[in-house]
């Protein structure tokens, strides 16, 4: 099987925590059983994998609340990197949002994640004069 961009399905889930893993994206606060649990069940459609051979090699989960378009958990595992698949998945993601009427896509990135930012700057994404807000709903392990 070439390269393909899908829809996320569950039997994909053990492959996609490892790769997040291997990306740096599970910190202590986050459960990616849990964030990938919640998004099955809200805009399912809006979490993508990037398959080549079968296997998977990126994610990207993306939303939109009817204002703005989000992406979050883009990872491609790092011995396919450097290949275009983000920049794929990115397309894929604007690409679904865009169908949806989607003005505006936000993103975060935690500020030391420096070939993170150079990636997005050089796929059109720009730092806005803003501050990133967030409050916990609950706490880990609720």
Not at 21 to 27: A, D, K, Q, S, T
């Amino acid at each position: 099987m070439p390269f393909e961009i899908r829809a996320y399905q569950e039997p994909d889930i053990s492959s996609v925590v490892e790769i997040w893993g291997r990306c740096g994206l599970i910190v202590p606060h986050n459960d990616p059983h849990k964030d990938i649990a919640l998004k099955a069940h809200f805009q399912p459609d809006l979490f993508l994998v990037a398959q080549l051979d079968w296997q998977i090699v990126g994610t990207v989960m993306a939303g939109y609340e009817g204002h703005r378009g989000w992406l979050n958990y883009l990872a491609v595992d790092p011995e396919h990197q450097r290949k275009g698949y983000g920049r794929l998945l990115v397309d894929a993601a604007e690409s679904r949002l865009k169908e949806l009427g989607c003005p505006k896509v936000n993103l975060q990135i935690r500020e030391s994640n420096k070939p993170v930012l150079a990636f997005y700057r050089a796929i059109g994404y720009v730092t806005e004069d803003l501050i990133g807000m967030g409050k916990r709903m609950e706490q880990p392990g609720e």
